[in-house]
């Protein structure tokens, strides 16, 4: 059974930093490409970073140069570092990943920037 848990979420300043955890299980987690997505009220859901399994990356324009996505497969876990956060980033984010053709998604955490 996939299981995928976000934590790392919380309320910062602008400018601050924090670093997002995905806990994956159920799955062969060295072999399968992740991603982070994000939600904003109102907004529909966003690719926010995705990484492969050999941790290529991409990112998203907006976040570009800020966030780092990475991979630790000895702790099934992904991580999400986000410096130099805006208000903008305020938002729900999720990790997922497409596993035999199915989405699976964590709960998500919340990030929300003050101004």
């Known amino acids: 059974q996939v299981r995928l848990v976000e934590s790392g979420g919380g309320l910062v300043q602008a400018g601050e930093s924090l670093r997002l955890s995905c806990a994956a299980s159920g799955f062969v987690f060295i072999r399968t490409p992740m991603a982070w997505y994000r939600q904003s009220p109102g907004k529909q859901r966003e690719v926010v970073a995705r990484?492969?399994?050999?941790?290529?990356?991409n990112y998203a324009d907006s976040v570009k140069g800020r966030f780092t996505i990475s991979r630790d497969n000895a702790k099934n876990t992904m991580y999400l570092q986000m410096n130099s956060l805006k208000p903008e980033d305020t938002a729900v984010y999720y990790c997922t990943v497409n596993y035999f053709g199915r989405d699976y998604w964590g709960q998500g955490t919340q990030v929300t920037v003050s101004s």
């Open positions: 990484i492969t399994s050999g941790s290529s990356t």
